[in-house]
T-cell receptor, first 117, second 115 residues
Framework: AQKVTQAQTEISVVEKEDVTLDCVYETRDTTYYLFWYKQPPSGELVFLIRRNSFDEQNEISGRYSWNFQKSTSSFNFTITASQVVDSAVYFCALSEATTSGTYKYIFGTGTRLKVLA | SQTIHQWPATLVQPVGSPLSLECTVEGTSNPNLYWYRQAAGRGLQLLFYSVGIGQISSEVPQNLSASRPQDRQFILSSKKLLLSDSGFYLC??????????????FGPGTRLTVT
């Protein structure tokens, strides 16, 4: 079965430190997509990035960067020079085919990031 | 642009009472719709998803049901709430279709406390 593991339950860093959130996945599909979401204290999940299984190029967006490695089935997320506003729960997700022909997400259990001033 | 609404934002209900949570999406047609539950401090559990009007797939057998009476309306219901139904309920939508590439967009959520 498909599975997403976020082994880090909670991470605390001091502002301006770099931090990496780990995500390891299991899938039998040859074509799949991976996602990262941010859940700030308000509760609403915010989409951050999508990555397909054929594109292993790392991506950078401002202070955020993502490292996708098929060989280790990992899709890690790094925040550079963290800020207090980065404090949130971060979820990694994997697309999975359903019996009805569409796709759903398998979410990891999330990593709570606390950035201290 | 697309927006997703959920109401109510907060709800306190006694055990055994009925429940109806509503989710509507604007600015898109034939979306895939999803209901998730998040228990306090926990991850997201997919409850139901729908690829079209009247088409509901259930992920976890439980005390809840879902309906999609209109293309962009998704309703989560219960006839009798249990204490274990407490949690944060999130509705999400994605572009309709059968590909895996579409990200989901989430609503603001409903925080349900069953007392």
């Amino acid at each position: 079965a498909q599975k997403v593991t976020q082994a880090q339950t909670e991470i605390s860093v001091v502002e301006k430190e770099d931090v990496t959130l780990d995500c390891v996945y299991e899938t039998r599909d040859t074509t799949y997509y991976l996602f990262w979401y941010k859940q700030p204290p308000s509760g609403e999940l915010v989409f951050l990035i999508r990555r397909n299984s054929f594109d292993e190029q790392n991506e950078i967006s401002g202070r955020y960067s993502w490292n996708f490695q098929k060989s280790t089935s990992s899709f890690n997320f790094t925040i550079t020079a963290s800020q207090v506003v980065d404090s949130a729960v971060y979820f990694c997700a994997l697309s999975e085919a359903t019996t009805s022909g569409t796709y759903k997400y398998i979410f990891g259990t999330g990593t709570r990031l606390k950035v201290l001033a | 642009s697309q927006t997703i609404h959920q109401w109510p934002a907060t709800l306190v209900q006694p055990v055994g009472s009925p429940l109806s949570l509503e989710c509507t999406v604007e600015g898109t047609s034939n979306p895939n719709l999803y209901w998730y539950r998040q228990a306090a401090g926990r991850g997201l559990q997919l409850l139901f998803y729908s690829v079209g009007i009247g088409q509901i797939s259930s992920e976890v057998p439980q005390n809840l049901s879902a309906s999609r009476p209109q293309d962009r309306q998704f309703i989560l219901s219960s006839k009798k709430l249990l204490l274990s139904d407490s949690g944060f309920y999130l509705c999400a939508w994605s572009v309709g279709g059968r590909g895996p590439r579409y990200e989901q967009y989430f609503g603001p959520g409903t925080r349900l406390t069953v007392t």
